[in-house]
C-alpha cells in the first residue's frame, strides 16, 4: 500500500531502514486506516498521506540522537506516533507506549502481536500520575510526544520521565518560537535544558516541522508534576 513511497523517502530523510521494516510498516497503516473506521484513531485518511504525515514525520525523530538498545516512553502516543514507527525502524530499542485512552491501546496491543513485535508494551495512565510511581520516573533515556499540549505543560508532563542525561524530544510547528521562550522557565525547572532545534521538511512534500530537543541535566523535583488542572491554571 505505502511499500514505494516509505522506500523512496526513508533514504530521503538519510535512513536505511532494516530488513522488513518497510513491510511492517506497510501493515501498520494498513490496520490503522482498517480500524479508523470504526474507532478515531487518525485524521489522516489517504495511504499517501500516512506514510507521509506520519510514518516519515515520525522517522525525522531518528536523526536527532541514537535510539538504539535505549529505553524511550511516548507520552500519549494516540495510534502509536512517534512509538510505533520509531520500535520498527530500530528494533533493538525498547518501547513504552502511554496513552489515557484505552480503547487505543488495546488496539496498539493487537497492532504489535499482528506486527511481531518485541520489547514494546502498553501502559494505561494519565502521564502527570504514573510519572509519580518510582518505577517509571526517570527511569527512561527517551521520551517523545507528539501534538499533545503546549510545551509548558508537556514539559513538565514528560521531564520527570527522562533519566538525567537523556533527551526530551517534542515534536512541534515550525511556528513554535514563542512557545519554545516560554516554556524557557519551566524547563530550567524540571531540571532540563534547551540543546536545540532541529527542522526538517517531510520528503515528498513541502512541509517542514520542528524537534525541540532537550535534555535532562539534573533530577526533577519531587513535587512536579502537580495535578493537571494546576499546570493548566498557572503554567510554570
Known amino acids: 500500500m505505502i511499500g514505494p513511497l516509505l522506500e523512496e523517502g526513508l533514504p530521503a530523510l538519510g535512513l536505511e531502514p532494516p530488513a522488513g521494516a518497510v513491510e511492517r510498516l506497510d501493515r501498520y497503516a494498513e490496520l490503522l486506516l482498517e480500524k479508523n473506521q470504526v474507532m478515531n484513531l487518525t485524521a489522516i485518511t489517504e495511504p499517501e498521506q500516512v506514510a ?10 531518528l536523526n536527532v540522537c541514537p535510539l538504539e538498545g535505549k529505553r524511550l516512553l511516548d507520552v500519549g502516543t494516540g495510534a502509536g506516533f512517534p512509538g510505533m514507527v520509531l520500535k520498527i525502524l530500530v528494533p533493538s530499542l525498547d518501547v513504552t507506549l502511554l496513552d489515557s485512552l484505552n480503547k487505543r491501546l488495546n488496539w496498539l496491543a493487537e497492532t504489535c502481536d ?35 499540549a503546549e510545551l509548558r505543560t508537556l514539559s513538565e508532563l514528560c521531564l520527570p520521565y527522562v533519566r538525567p542525561g537523556g533527551y526530551f524530544l517534542a515534536m512541534k510547528s515550525v511556528d513554535s518560537d514563542g512557545e519554545i521562550d516560554d516554556a524557557a522557565t519551566a524547563v530550567k525547572i524540571l531540571g532540563g535544558g534547551l540543546e536545540r532545534v532541529q527542522n526538517y521538511e517531510i ?7 520542528r524537534i525541540v530537543v ?18 493548566k491554571k498557572n503554567p510554570l
Not at 507521509?52 to 525523530?61: I, K, P, S
Not at 520528503?203 to 516541522?209: L, S, V, Y
Not at 532537550?214 to 488542572?229: D, G, M, N, Q, S
Open 52 to 61: 507521509r504525515l506520519h510514518m516519515l514525520d515520525c522517522a525525522a525523530l
Open 214 to 231: 532537550i535534555k535532562k541535566l539534573l533530577e526533577t523535583p519531587k513535587k512536579y508534576p502537580r495535578a493537571f488542572a494546576k499546570m
Open 114 to 148: 499482528a506486527l511481531d513485535l518485541t520489547d514494546i508494551r502498553t501502559v494505561h495512565a494519565r502521564a502527570e500520575e504514573r510519572s509519580h510511581d518510582p518505577a517509571f520516573r526517570e527511569g527512561f533515556d527517551t521520551v517523545t510526544s507528539r501534538a499533545v
Open 203 to 209: 520528503p515528498g512534500t513541502d512541509i517542514r516541522h
